[in-house]
Each structure stands twice: as structure tokens, then as C-alpha cells.
């Protein structure tokens, strides 16, 4: 008798888990506010890869020199250092109405296909820390105009609170394409 009421309570405790493993699974978990609504969503506009050749007076590439003084962002160290065959060019914007400045770096595809998720995070972060000091979002693209991650900053608030992204294939950790 003894073994069919301890049975049976087993019996009642699993199912009683059962349920509430189901009914906490079944509930969504909004992230805490804190930490992601200060921080602006990247920018959804159009990489223009025209301006590479074609800048508009408000818009920097990696060609574009100030010869009066410090250009900004200040990104041409950065490319010379470490990152000069991985960081083929980029487009800086300037601030509007709409939306903060960014830069949207240009990747070489074949290096960058070489890379784990730690080295592309750890490239998107240092590219981003370096544009953040002059108040500017990154977003990381192929030539294929693939976005590839964004490193993106609320300068409203000090000090800055970012955010990394990378794309779908960048956090599975896939290494390179088959």
C-alpha cells in the first residue's frame, strides 16, 4: 500500500513538473529594458556602393582626405594596422534627422569567410569601438551587399550603451560556405 501511494505521488510531482516546465516555456520573456531600449535599432537604408566612386560632398570613403585636417571617422589607422585585407573600404554618412551618423564597412568576402564567429565579433567590435569614438553606427558588408553584423551605439546617454549584431550565419559559427 505504501509503494502505490509513493507511486502515485512520483506520479502526481512529474506531472505537476511537467506542466510547469510547459507553462514557463509557453510564456514569453521580454529582454530587461535597461538593456536594449536605449539602444537604437541599426540602420535599414540601402548600402549605396556608387558612392565608392562617386562620393557626395557629405559622404567619406576610405579615399576621401581632408588635406586641412583630421578627416572623420577616423578609420584609415585602423585598415592600416590590422585590418588592411580584411577591411576593403567603407562609406561614412553623417548625421541626419532621420537617424545618427554610420559607417558601413566593406569587407573582403574570401578573408572574411575565414574567420570564426569570435574573429568577426571581435573585428566588428574593434572597427565599432573605433567609429564610436567619433559618434558614428557600423554596419558590416560583402560586396554582395550581404549585411554581415552592426555595431550600433546610443550617444544620448553617456556613456554610449552599444549593441553588436551579426547575421543568422555568423552566430551558428559556420566557418566556411559548402
Given at each position: 500500500?505504501?509503494?502505490?501511494?509513493?507511486?502515485?505521488?512520483?506520479?502526481?510531482?512529474?506531472?505537476?513538473?511537467?506542466?510547469?516546465?510547459?507553462?514557463?516555456?509557453?510564456?514569453?520573456?521580454?529582454?530587461?529594458?535597461?538593456?536594449?531600449?536605449?539602444?537604437?535599432?541599426?540602420?535599414?537604408?540601402?548600402?549605396?556602393?556608387?558612392?565608392?566612386?562617386?562620393?557626395?560632398?557629405?559622404?567619406?570613403?576610405?579615399?576621401?582626405?581632408?588635406?586641412?585636417?583630421?578627416?572623420?571617422?577616423?578609420l584609415?589607422?585602423?585598415?592600416?594596422?590590422?585590418?588592411?585585407?580584411?577591411?576593403?573600404?567603407?562609406?561614412a554618412?553623417?548625421?541626419?534627422?532621420?537617424?545618427?551618423?554610420?559607417?558601413?564597412?566593406?569587407?573582403?568576402?574570401?578573408?572574411?569567410?575565414?574567420?570564426?564567429?569570435?574573429?568577426?565579433?571581435?573585428?566588428?567590435?574593434?572597427?565599432?569601438?573605433?567609429?564610436?569614438?567619433?559618434?558614428?553606427?557600423?554596419?558590416?558588408?560583402?560586396?554582395?551587399?550581404?549585411?554581415?553584423?552592426?555595431?550600433?551605439?546610443?550617444?544620448?546617454?553617456?556613456?554610449?550603451?552599444c549593441?553588436?549584431?551579426m547575421?543568422?550565419?555568423?552566430?551558428?559559427?559556420?566557418?566556411?560556405?559548402?
Open positions: 500500500m505504501l509503494n502505490k501511494k509513493t507511486s502515485c505521488r512520483k506520479t502526481s510531482l512529474s506531472l505537476l513538473l511537467t506542466i510547469s516546465v510547459v507553462t514557463i516555456s509557453l510564456v514569453p520573456f521580454k529582454p530587461l529594458l535597461a538593456q536594449t531600449s536605449s539602444i537604437p535599432q541599426p540602420s535599414d537604408a540601402l548600402l549605396e556602393l556608387s558612392l565608392l566612386t562617386k562620393p557626395k560632398s557629405s559622404v567619406i570613403t576610405a579615399t576621401t582626405i581632408n588635406q586641412g585636417n583630421l578627416t572623420i571617422p577616423r584609415w589607422w585602423a585598415q592600416d594596422s590590422a585590418e588592411k585585407k580584411l577591411l576593403d573600404n567603407w562609406i554618412y553623417p548625421a541626419s534627422k532621420e537617424e545618427p551618423a554610420r559607417v558601413d564597412l566593406l569587407v573582403n568576402q574570401q578573408i572574411w569567410s575565414l574567420l570564426d564567429y569570435l574573429e568577426r565579433y571581435d573585428f566588428i567590435n574593434r572597427l565599432g569601438t573605433a567609429a564610436r569614438r567619433d559618434n558614428y553606427n557600423v554596419r558590416v558588408f560583402n560586396y554582395q551587399q550581404e549585411l554581415l553584423g552592426t555595431y550600433t551605439c546610443n550617444f544620448n546617454i553617456s556613456p554610449a550603451a549593441n553588436i549584431q547575421s543568422v550565419q555568423n552566430k551558428l559559427g559556420w566557418r566556411r560556405s559548402l
